[in-house]
């Protein structure tokens, strides 16, 4: 079942500018994670962020959680060719026994030099 | 090399010929994975394994088996595949359960004539 609902479906951009991508899911979560996919590759993993955390960043990579609007932003600064890529947030329910990880259907994102 | 490996990396089949797609993983990960991924349709999760002989049913199970024997193999089969069956699938598996971030193989495109 889909939980994670990232908007915008697409963006385009020029290199050095920010991209700003959302996520809106619906139920509680234990920790809400982004995810990178290179044109029909696998996904690799860019930063978790858990229910009680509010922001955290990684390198040009920032993530904000509302876990009272149930939604997530993933900022990439400073834009580069190389960010081109699809773009995905996925959310962990909280734990109870055995849990899995749903994805969204993804944004994507391209820098253009 | 810390990597999930998937095999074959492209499949061209005919309906009804049984298949095996290959998984296997270096890190000693419990929690392995199948997805399978359709433009506009995002990841949908196929079956999970929690650990060796444990394994449960995702999202979209139908036309799909697994076992996991060994801790690093998960192989997806396909005993009777069907058009409908032509995607980008998946493996993934994370340390120990569902909800820590997963590790991506490359990904098989299969495409069933």
């Known amino acids: 079942s889909q939980q994670g609902e990232e908007d915008p479906q697409a963006l385009s951009i020029q290199e050095g500018e920010n991209a700003t991508m959302n996520c809106s899911y619906k139920t509680s979560i234990n920790n809400l994670q982004w995810y990178r996919q290179n044109s029909g590759r696998g996904l690799v993993h860019l930063i978790l962020i858990r229910s009680n955390e509010r922001e955290k960043h990684s390198g040009r990579l920032r993530v904000t959680l509302d876990t009272s609007k149930k939604s997530s932003s993933l900022l990439i600064t400073a834009s580069r060719a190389a960010d081109t890529a699809s773009y995905f947030c996925?959310?962990?329910?909280?734990?109870?026994?055995?849990?899995?990880?749903?994805f969204g259907k993804g944004t994507m994102l391209l820098v253009s030099p | 090399e810390a990597q999930v490996t998937q095999n074959p990396r492209y499949l061209i089949t005919v309906t009804g010929k049984k298949l095996t797609v290959t998984c296997s993983q270096n890190?000693?990960?419990?929690?392995m994975s199948w997805y399978r991924q359709d433009p506009g349709l995002g990841l949908r999760q196929i079956y999970y394994s929690m650990n060796v002989e444990v394994t449960d049913k995702g999202d979209v199970p139908e036309g799909y088996k697994v076992s996991r024997k060994e801790k690093r193999n998960f192989p997806l089969i396909l005993e009777s595949p069907s058009p409908n069956q032509t995607s980008l699938y998946f493996c993934?598996?994370?340390?120990?359960?569902?909800?820590?971030?997963?590790?991506f193989g490359s990904g098989t495109q299969l495409s069933v004539l």
């Open positions: 996925a959310t962990a329910p909280p734990i109870s026994g055995y849990s899995t990880l749903t």
């Open positions: 890190m000693n990960h419990e929690y």
């Open positions: 993934a598996s994370s340390l120990r359960r569902e909800g820590e971030k997963l590790f």
